[in-house]
């Protein structure tokens, strides 16, 4: 299959290479099922931290830190969902998913960013990661526009 990962042949002539290739394989789709245990525990805990929140007085009512955390966690298991992603196109494809690895870097970024108290951090902390930030905006757009390019070539 053309579509198959080629990286990490399990049919080479060394059959060491050949057995560490395969074992290499099996970490990948155990880190898989780990990864969507950790998906399923970060939903879990989202609903309890928000239950618990909203049952404490004052009842059904949130403060600005409190829905702060929650976005927050809510991102982290968004960004899990991505590096499973992430894990399942490498495990399904012989292309390396740049866009999406950088997607999820980004939501990484934007995660830190939203739970970020500017009270107690430093300026130049900002700084750097608005200029991660900015890098990592400006590399999606221009590896979409690569995608863009390469898709119009072969219509």
């Known amino acids: 299959m053309k579509?198959?990962?080629d990286e990490l042949p399990t049919e080479l002539d060394d059959p060491l290479?050949?057995?560490?290739?395969h074992a290499i394989k099996i970490a990948v789709k155990v880190l898989a099922v780990l990864?969507?245990?950790?998906i399923?525990?970060?939903?879990?805990d989202v609903v309890y931290v928000l239950f618990k929140k909203l049952m404490a007085p004052p009842f059904m009512l949130l403060e600005i830190t409190d829905i702060l955390k929650?976005?927050?966690?809510?991102l982290a298991v968004l960004i899990a969902i991505e590096i499973y992603q992430n894990i399942v196109l490498y495990l399904r494809t012989d292309v390396i998913p740049i866009k999406l690895v950088i997607a999820t870097a980004l939501m990484a970024i934007a995660r830190k960013v939203i739970?970020?108290?500017?009270?107690?951090?430093?300026?130049?902390y900002v700084f750097a990661t608005?200029?991660?930030?900015?890098?990592l905006g400006i590399t999606y757009y221009l590896v979409g526009?690569?995608?863009?390019?390469?898709?119009?070539?072969?219509?």
């Open 3 to 5: 579509n198959q990962h």
């Open 17 to 21: 290479m050949s057995f560490l290739n």
């Open 35 to 38: 990864m969507v245990l950790v």
């Open 40 to 44: 399923f525990w970060g939903v879990i």
């Open 70 to 74: 929650t976005f927050a966690a809510f």
């Open 115 to 124: 739970i970020l108290d500017f009270q107690e951090i430093e300026p130049i």
């Open 130 to 135: 608005a200029a991660v930030v900015l890098a």
């Open 145 to 155: 526009l690569h995608h863009q390019d390469s898709s119009n070539h072969h219509l």
